[in-house]
């Protein structure tokens, strides 16, 4: 079967390799039915030294039960799945209190040697890691925007959804989004599901805060450092914001957040940080601001959004611009990467 | 009358001065009935370059009111009064947010000219600031006890509330409180008034965490660092903490509870930070760990507060441990500095 690897940076290969079989009984086998791309697989595409033996790539997927381990029962074959971008029993303390992502037993995929941008996949931990979804064929019932829809809430709406989550919007709130990649643009349709008034997209390209538009932005601010606080003040009234979404993960992205968000206000970052310190001290400590956020524990929201998207409540698919098989994977990276492509899909 | 003012780093000086009068219509002027010595008075105490003027100090009082300003309605002269260690409109964006330290209109005691170690004050939008205490006269009805405790609805208690109160600690948690100085106490008593289960005081004065244990600590830990660490998890059965409340505002305070919060745990801060950057980065981001806190916006709390105190379902004024009169303050910040009192009051 086919599946993709990387050697270095810029370096992506489509190779065959033996599909998996069950290894635990715990795992499953699934047959990819859509993978993809994201933005953060693009930082070992920068960075990563070179290697002889490779890294599986890719994190989510929307897939067809092949086959189940003997202790698996809550999926079954040919049930279609969504799998969270990291494997957990969700029965541990921390899946319990809803951080799924600190599983005692989980882990993330590609460190584990499973990457989920291949043919056929073995998920560890089935039972806790796949959601199946009633009543969809894998051909979205005829629908590709459904199949787009549904492979988002493998990681990147739901990131968004996190983001919104832990930075607790409420109805009637201002919410500034600084990013306007996938995730931020998730962001903003979460924040806009969960009652945000006034949606605050702070990004560059147009093409990508016109779907922001569409997702529920009520303004854009192209303008970043000083001029964009003072837009992002501007657009509110003279209002701070009470949440601030970061999704960049790079300093002047958080202090760009410091400067928008109002006391009592909160920081909500999805954005994986590309640093290590940072400002903490006053005046967010006289202002009571709240940093919060982290890694998506995707799992914990699973069961309540598939039937939102399946509804058609909500079309997170959206974000998808490019389609390509797997086989072409190099190219959608590199079109990830210069920015040709929001987020690429690839089809088995 | 007389009135406490720094002139510099160990010098504290009471003076003779003249009593204040009403300058604004939302003024009131109390004669106060106790005040006390804030831990935070000890920074300008080590720190404060010499001045020939002097600062007024104080910022915790109980009072009764001899005079209103013609736009005063909610207090009235003859009332037992609370003031909060702000001054604010408490009906501001901000305040009605509850966030009444950021008022658009309020400010800091001592800033503003006004310090509350003194025998009369002008306090600056009474209705705002002041809260009257019904049916307590200005003996505490006999009770010196009940007194103590309305003073430290001013500051110490409610700010170790807050910290409480913005770690979202719930019942059946484990908390962690980092710090034996009055706000520490005070934020075992209300981590215990919020329900939670496990209460692990980090401490090294004997005195003052036996007092955390009568407040309601589970656990005392008396070792700093690795080994703080790791008593604080064995305490716990090895779980980490669900909030880990920061009365400290050093940096291995920070570090420390770094060590013991748990994923999707809560670091609130009630310390005022004497570092400017921290760690945010990995790996608090990938283990969803929330920090928060702040200066306490006293003023949302009392209402609720002073009934609960009045009933003696709480107790807080027990951080007193010494008793002064007015004109021997700078025998109770020497006292303070040299741990010899944990909180002095001072009675004109």
Same mark, same amino acid.
């Given at each position: 079967?086919?599946?993709?690897?990387?050697?270095?940076?810029?370096?992506?290969?489509?190779?065959?390799?033996?599909? !998996?079989?069950?290894?635990?009984?715990?795992?499953?086998?699934?047959?990819?039915?859509?993978?993809?791309?994201?933005?953060?697989?693009?930082?070992?595409?920068?960075?990563? @030294?070179?290697?002889?033996? =490779?890294?599986?790539?890719?994190?989510?997927?929307? =897939?067809?039960? %092949?086959?189940?381990?003997?202790?698996?029962?809550?999926?079954?074959?040919?049930?279609?799945?969504?799998?969270?971008?990291?494997?957990?029993?969700?029965t541990?303390?921390?899946?319990? +209190?809803? *951080?799924?992502?600190?599983?005692?037993?989980?882990?993330?995929?590609?460190?584990?040697?499973?990457?989920? &941008?291949?043919e056929?996949?073995?998920?560890? #931990?089935?039972?806790?890691?796949?959601?199946?979804?009633?009543?969809?064929?894998?051909?979205? /019932?005829?629908?590709?925007?459904?199949?787009?829809?549904?492979?988002?809430?493998?990681?990147?709406?739901?990131?968004g959804?996190?983001?919104?989550?832990?930075?607790?919007?409420?109805?009637? &709130?201002?919410v500034?989004?600084?990013?306007?990649?996938?995730? $931020?643009?998730?962001?903003?349709?979460?924040?806009? &599901?969960?009652?945000? +008034?006034?949606?605050?997209?702070?990004?560059?390209?147009?093409?990508?805060?016109?779907?922001?538009?569409?997702?529920?932005?009520?303004?854009?601010?192209? +303008?970043?450092?000083?001029?964009?606080?003072a837009?992002?003040? +501007?657009a509110? =009234?003279?209002?701070?914001?009470h949440?601030?979404?970061?999704?960049?993960?790079? #300093?002047?992205?958080?202090?760009?957040?410091?400067?928008?968000?109002? @006391?009592?206000?909160?920081?909500?970052?999805? $954005?994986? @940080?590309?640093?290590? %310190?940072?400002?903490? $001290?006053?005046?967010? *400590?006289? %202002? /009571?601001?709240?940093?919060?956020?982290?890694?998506?524990?995707?799992?914990?929201?699973?069961?309540?959004?598939?039937?939102?998207?399946?509804? $058609?409540?909500?079309? !997170?698919?959206?974000?998808?611009?490019?389609?390509? @098989?797997?086989?072409?994977?190099?190219?959608?990276?590199?079109?990830?990467?210069?920015?040709?492509?929001?987020?690429?899909? #690839?089809?088995?």
């Amino acid at each position: 079967m086919k599946a993709a690897f990387m050697y270095g940076a810029g370096d992506v290969r489509v190779e065959s390799i033996p599909e !998996p079989s069950i290894v635990e009984p715990t795992d499953a086998i699934i047959r990819t039915v859509r993978s993809c791309v994201c933005g953060s697989d693009l930082h070992p595409y920068h960075s990563m @030294p070179d290697s002889e033996s =490779g890294s599986p790539m890719g994190h989510e997927v929307l =897939g067809v039960v %092949e086959e189940t381990g003997s202790a698996v029962s809550t999926v079954h074959t040919g049930d279609l799945v969504v799998s969270s971008f990291t494997y957990q029993d969700n029965t541990c303390v921390h899946c319990r +209190e809803g *951080f799924h992502v600190s599983c005692l037993h989980g882990g993330f995929f590609g460190a584990v040697g499973v990457g989920l &941008q291949a043919e056929y996949v073995r998920i560890p #931990l089935a039972d806790g890691t796949l959601v199946a979804v009633p009543d969809v064929d894998e051909t979205g /019932n005829g629908s590709e925007e459904l199949l787009a829809s549904l492979l988002t809430l493998s990681d990147v709406y739901l990131t968004g959804f996190h983001a919104a989550t832990m930075g607790r919007v409420q109805s009637g &709130q201002t919410v500034t989004v600084i990013g306007d990649g996938a995730v $931020g643009l998730s962001a903003v349709l979460a924040s806009r &599901q969960l009652g945000a +008034e006034r949606i605050i997209l702070m990004g560059r390209h147009t093409d990508r805060t016109d779907l922001g538009r569409e997702f529920g932005a009520t303004d854009v601010v192209a +303008e970043r450092g000083e001029d964009g606080i003072a837009r992002v003040l +501007e657009a509110a =009234g003279g209002d701070r914001s009470h949440v601030v979404i970061e999704a960049v993960g790079h #300093l002047p992205a958080y202090e760009q957040a410091m400067g928008v968000v109002r @006391p009592g206000g909160v920081i909500s970052r999805v $954005g994986v @940080p590309q640093y290590k %310190e940072a400002p903490i $001290g006053n005046p967010l *400590f006289r %202002e /009571n601001i709240t940093i919060t956020g982290g890694t998506a524990p995707v799992r914990r929201y699973l069961d309540q959004a598939i039937p939102h998207v399946v509804a $058609g409540t909500i079309n !997170p698919g959206r974000v998808f611009d490019v389609s390509m @098989p797997l086989s072409e994977a190099a190219a959608a990276y590199a079109a990830m990467d210069a920015r040709e492509a929001l987020k690429v899909m #690839l089809v088995p």
